[in-house]
């Protein structure tokens, strides 16, 4: 199909528009750094797009491009470590917690004023620029707005307005789209050897999202859970019954969610007590004991969150049904993303009228609003299924 | 406490410990039911009992498979149903689980004699007294949950609600459904200030059985002596979810039975029984919808979290009215 960026741009699937601007952008800071004159370089960015549209990969393969001596190449040992996460230069923030607080902003803010060891750049990459505090995104301005001549930071987020007004009206804006269906499935037959029907099956079903679409391509479980949860609105009939399934939702996302967490965090804390030096049955050293406990809330708030993410993946899965319902309904000619499962989307669409499907997706989205606002999750997948039960 | 691992015939559960006979009762009719998942279960009561009932499931049946006859208040049984029981624990039948319930003390002593001499398995349900086993029973609830309490938070828990087994079981279990990780003093003090889970359950069964006033004075001594509008209003969705669960069951299924499909107390079946008259489907959802706002409005901090809880009862309370 379309012909793909080489070197790191490889794998930014669907983002022509965004490449083109960001390959530009690295030409342009290589030329400036020659003395010669060039223009499309900023020292900071915000790269926007959906979950799963690939902003951190955008990010990591700029990086790669200001650190290649051939504009990411793909192929030189500057590339291969920034996109390995090793490069001396290329600091990714990374948090897998729910925000990132005002000390870390600090730390950031010295490590970016620090000259580039190999000289090039010295590039700040922050994944979730969303979950910076006001503190932190305070702490973070004069660097953002006066950087070092050799700085570059590249914020990501899901949309600009997820970012504190502050920080975004410093920063260029860039934004990556949903990726078309087609050019999922492409790079997952081209990347993972997925088999082209599976593919097309799981770009459908992710909607986009490409880690999703690689889950579902090459795991079975994720398949089935999905499955589950597209039965929901067969078991609308009862109270209870509708009630059943809302808890059968989130029990089954908190099943995957536990095991995700327990092996990271197993995992995480053995490394920690080897980095501390606490060997089996020695003495701790003084703070491993805190720094260990430090790390166990980390996890704790880590856990939760992955919960939640796997019921608002649940949701999304669910609103996309009432969308192809709402398709059919309106017999438009369009894909179904559930396309396996029609004739059940069809029996929705004849039992019900296109307003009250718009209701039921009125109810998902609610739904997935209050779980972001804390509200008990099961909680509001019930109420959710009260809503799509009255239709 | 714990059951044996496969079905024995005869087993005797006495003691004056009534959660724990009913949890032993259980444990025993689950343990035929690894083996046999089609076994028939009879619960009986011995008080006016019929005589000869007994004995005519114990006889073998001719579609084979095997019958649980439960007995409970085998203390109060007429003689000559303790009669019968004696003939048929001495010699029971291949197919027959004998299961009878004492709760302690003197009465009936020749038939709980009789079933130790038979060779009964005895699950003894004492009660709970001391401080430190009802720590201990607060451990193990969480353990056999998978989950873990630190020791500091089931005392703090037995501190809170220790006066009744029930209640502290059930304390556990929404413990154990509302939080993630170790349960920690901290959490503990959060859902149990002033024994705040009574009085959130209080106030949800008082709305939920339509007694309006009575609720918004109980909510509002409850908020008044530092409880916490989480778990209150968690109690108001637990009621409304546990309402709607037992309506959607057959109404005339045991409530043992009921229970163990859906993942509830005994006595939690019984009470939404009682409390269903004068609910509709329609109404039990229009209330869970009125205090998932609620929920939204405590934790979003926008609107006052005593007026979203008051506002949450007087929904309840409307959605009954429904009909
Ligand atoms: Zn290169």
């Keep these: 199909m379309s012909d793909l960026a080489p070197g790191v741009w490889a794998d930014l699937v669907g983002q022509e528009p965004a490449v083109a601007v960001l390959r530009r952008a690295a030409a342009a800071a290589e030329a400036g750094r020659r003395g010669e004159p060039g223009t499309g370089m900023t020292h900071a960015w915000l790269l926007t797009g959906p979950p799963g549209s690939g902003r951190s990969t955008a990010a990591r393969a700029f990086a790669a491009a200001l650190q290649c001596p051939r504009g990411g190449c793909g192929e030189c040992p500057a590339c291969h470590t920034v996109l390995a996460g090793t490069h001396a230069d290329v600091e990714v923030v990374n948090t897998r917690r729910l925000s990132i607080g005002v000390d870390d902003a600090r730390a950031l803010v010295s490590r970016a004023a620090r000259y580039p060891a190999g000289g090039r750049w010295q590039v700040m990459v922050v994944e979730d620029a969303d979950r910076l505090t006001d503190q932190a995104g305070n702490a973070l301005l004069r660097a953002i707005e006066e950087p070092t001549p050799h700085t570059v930071w590249l914020l990501c987020a899901p949309a600009v307005e997820d970012v504190l007004p502050t920080i975004r009206s410093r920063c260029r804006h860039l934004s990556l789209r949903t990726p078309p269906t087609e050019a999922v499935a492409e790079v997952l037959v081209r990347r993972d050897g997925v088999d082209p029907a599976m593919a097309a099956f799981a770009a459908r079903a992710a909607q986009g999202h490409i880690g999703r679409a690689r889950r579902l391509a090459t795991d079975e479980d994720a398949r089935l859970r999905r499955?589950?949860?597209?039965?929901?609105?067969?078991?609308?009939?009862?109270?209870?019954?509708?009630?059943?399934?809302?808890?059968?939702?989130?029990?089954?996302?908190?099943?995957?969610?536990?095991?995700?967490?327990?092996?990271?965090?197993?995992?995480?804390?053995?490394?920690?007590?080897?980095?501390?030096?606490?060997?089996?049955?020695?003495?701790?050293?003084?703070?491993?004991?805190?720094?260990?406990?430090?790390?166990?809330?980390?996890?704790?708030?880590?856990?939760?969150?992955t919960?939640?993410?796997?019921?608002?993946?649940?949701?999304?899965?669910?609103?996309?049904?009432?969308?192809?319902?709402?398709?059919?309904?309106?017999?438009?000619?369009?894909?179904?993303?559930?396309?396996?499962?029609?004739?059940?989307?069809?029996?929705?669409?004849?039992?019900?009228?296109p307003e009250s499907t718009l209701r039921r997706i009125d109810a998902i989205l609610a739904a997935r609003t209050a779980i972001g606002a804390n509200v008990a999750p099961l909680l509001a997948v019930e109420a959710m299924t009260v809503g799509l039960r009255r239709g | 406490m714990t059951a044996a691992p496969g079905p024995v015939p005869l087993t005797l559960v006495t003691g004056p410990e009534a959660l724990l006979r009913d949890r032993a009762v259980a444990a025993a009719v689950a343990a035929v039911r690894v083996t046999d998942p089609e076994?028939?279960?009879?619960?009986?009561?011995?008080?006016?009992?019929?005589?000869?009932?007994?004995?005519?499931?114990?006889?073998?049946?001719?579609?084979?498979?095997?019958?649980?006859?439960?007995?409970?208040?085998?203390?109060?049984?007429?003689?000559?149903?303790?009669?019968?029981?004696?003939?048929?624990?001495a010699d029971p039948g291949d197919d027959v689980v004998l299961v009878l319930v004492h709760p302690g003390g003197?009465?009936?002593?020749?038939?709980?004699?009789?079933?130790?001499?038979?060779?009964?398995?005895?699950?003894?349900?004492?009660?709970?007294?001391?401080?430190?086993?009802?720590?201990?029973f607060v451990q193990g609830e969480f353990k056999a949950a998978g989950r873990r309490v630190a020791p500091a938070a089931a005392v703090a828990l037995v501190d809170a609600l220790g006066s009744d087994l029930r209640e502290l079981a059930n304390a556990c279990a929404q413990l154990v459904a509302d939080t993630d990780g170790t349960v920690d003093r901290a959490v503990v003090e959060r859902y149990h200030a002033g024994r705040i889970e009574v009085t959130g359950f209080k106030v949800a069964d008082a709305a939920v059985e339509g007694r309006y006033e009575e609720a918004l004075r109980l909510l509002r001594h409850a908020l008044a002596t530092g409880s916490d509008p989480v778990p209150v209003n968690a109690a108001f969705a637990m009621g409304l979810r546990t309402l709607a669960k037992v309506g959607g069951a057959s109404r005339t299924a045991r409530p043992d039975d009921v229970a163990r499909d859906l993942g509830l107390a005994p006595f939690q079946v019984k009470k939404a029984r009682g409390q269903l008259a004068g609910w509709s489907p329609d109404g039990v959802a229009a209330a869970i919808v009125a205090v998932a706002r609620a929920d939204e409005q405590i934790k979003g901090g926008g609107t006052d979290p005593v007026y979203a809880l008051e506002r949450a009862v007087t929904d309840i309370v409307a959605a009954r009215a429904l009909g």
């Design chain 2, 106 to 136: 003197v009465k009936g002593k020749s038939l709980l004699d009789a079933a130790r001499a038979a060779g009964a398995v005895v699950v003894d349900c004492k009660v709970v007294k001391w401080e430190s086993d009802k720590v201990a």
């Design chain 1, 307 to 353: 919960k939640r993410d796997a019921i608002d993946r649940a949701l999304v899965d669910l609103a996309g049904f009432y969308r192809d319902v709402l398709a059919v309904q309106a017999e438009a000619a369009v894909e179904l993303v559930n396309d396996e499962m029609r004739d059940a989307v069809i029996g929705v669409a004849r039992a019900s009228t």
């Design chain 2, 39 to 89: 076994a028939e279960v009879h619960d009986l009561s011995a008080v006016g009992l019929e005589p000869g009932r007994v004995t005519g499931l114990a006889s073998p049946s001719l579609f084979g498979g095997t019958s649980v006859i439960v007995v409970r208040d085998v203390a109060d049984a007429a003689e000559e149903i303790s009669d019968e029981l004696k003939t048929v624990l």
């Design chain 1, 227 to 305: 499955h589950a949860v597209l039965r929901l609105p067969l078991s609308l009939g009862e109270l209870s019954g509708a009630l059943q399934a809302a808890g059968d939702l989130v029990d089954a996302a908190t099943a995957e969610a536990n095991e995700q967490a327990a092996t990271l965090a197993t995992a995480e804390a053995e490394e920690m007590r080897r980095g501390l030096g606490v060997g089996p049955g020695g003495r701790q050293p003084a703070g491993a004991a805190a720094a260990l406990k430090d790390l166990e809330k980390e996890q704790k708030a880590r856990a939760t969150r």
